[in-house]
């Protein structure tokens, strides 16, 4: 099985731009979810979703959007991209269990700069 | 804002070592998860500890959860070289969203 792939790994963009991470994942998860990871500020929720057609925003939405039109595949766009969106995102997914939430599988992560 | 803080923020130990981070919390929880990332790479789960549990260990790993302190620590005894990585605790509130939080991690450096 290939996990959570994320593509791509790398990417420059001028501010301005828009662009599409994509997410992709294998096995059969109900939820998933995308991070951001900056120096000293940990893992940031951005937008989440428990289902196909089911999304919610996390803690630092503003800027992304999201969509979940199959089980697999949940894409985040940047509509706009800034230099404070510079980052590297993560995405993860998870079989969702009846009590909270289970073990978070995560990508390999795709470093975005903006310039 | 975030749930989870860890301390210390980085930890340098001799190999062999019993290497300790702690994690506290603010709200009531599911559970709570520890996650690791070497560099450059996507995180891994460790353990996960339910909000009945007080101790959960796995091989070398030691999780305990104090609920009434909100409050857990990873304990990782005879550390080797290859422990070295940032490591992460994540809770789940109740309450109804599924989402993780994440802290902001302690860096574990061993020393050969």
Same mark, same amino acid.
């Not at chain 1, 939405?61 to 199959?70: A, C, E, K």
């Given at each position: 099985n290939a996990g959570v792939t994320q593509t791509p790994k790398f990417q420059v963009l001028k501010t301005g731009q828009s662009m599409t991470l994509q997410c992709a994942q294998d /096995? !059969?998860?109900e939820y998933m979810s995308w991070y951001r990871q900056d120096p000293g /500020? #940990?893992?940031r929720l951005i937008h989440y979703s428990v289902g196909a057609g089911i999304t919610d925003? #996390?803690?630092v939405? !503003?800027?992304? !959007?999201?969509?979940?039109?199959?089980t697999e595949d949940f894409p985040l766009r940047l509509l706009s991209a800034a230099p404070s969106q510079t980052s590297v995102y993560f995405c993860a997914s998870s079989h969702r269990g009846g009590r909270g939430t289970g073990e978070l599988f995560f990508g390999e992560?795709?470093?975005l700069t903006v310039l | 804002s975030q749930q989870g803080e860890e301390d210390p923020q980085a930890l340098s130990i001799q190999e062999g070592e019993n290497a300790t981070?702690?994690?506290s919390y603010k709200t009531s929880i599911n559970n709570l998860q520890w996650y690791r990332q070497n560099s450059g790479r996507g995180l891994v789960h460790l353990i996960l500890i339910r909000s009945n549990e007080r101790e959960k260990h796995s091989g070398r790993l030691r999780v305990t959860l104090d609920t009434s302190k909100k409050s857990s620590s990873l304990l990782i005894t005879a550390s080797r070289a290859a422990d070295t990585a940032s490591y992460?605790?994540?809770t789940d509130e109740t309450g109804g969203a599924q989402k993780l939080v994440f802290g902001q991690g302690t860096r574990l450096t061993i020393n050969p």
């Open positions: /096995m !059969n998860h /500020m #940990g893992l925003q #996390g803690e939405p !503003n800027g992304y !959007n999201v969509s979940r039109s199959t992560g795709s470093r | 981070m702690n994690c992460f605790c994540a």
